[in-house]
């Protein structure tokens, strides 16, 4: 049983503890906004942000997540507002969008650490592959975003969604996972 908080919220996952975080977000709470990739670490399409810190959660097990605080794409802005979303809708940043939780993670992260990047640096914070070839528009997007943060620019808000994540998690039937429990989740999609 390994208990941490997933966006905000206090949970105890039942599965084994070597269990990559990966699959407890996927599998046991319906947050399926984190992607599975290569499984390896090399792709970063699984990015979460663990305790502040960008972190691929193909690499880390449910017991190395013990007691820490996991926020996933679907935690970042429920309203989709945060600067790194807008300016990648504003920048059409996005194509099949696959890549695009881990690399929204990688460069909330970033930009929480350090608001004024230079292209090399987020280069090195965000290595994330994309089968796409969105880079170039990915650089514009996240230099923009860094703008928003320091208040030099402001972009207008994306649509809001018209489903609330929580709810949109509990519409897909692919929870029924045996041997994966989730206690305390239920507005993430509580195991039945
Ligand atoms: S799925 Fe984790 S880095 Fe590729
Ligand atoms: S937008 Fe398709 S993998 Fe990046």
Redesign the pocket.
Known sequence: MTQMTVNGQPVRIDMDGETPLLWGLRDAMNLTGTKYGCGVGDCGACVVLIDGEALRSCLVTLDEAEGREIVTIEGLSPTRGHPVQQALVAEQA???????PGIVMAAAALLQRNPDPTDAQIREAIPNL???G?HPRLLRAVERAARVVQRRESIAAVPAPDIDPAEAALEVPALRVEGARVEGAAETGEQP
């Open positions: 996005i194509q099949c969008g696959f890549c695009t994309c089968r796409c969105v």
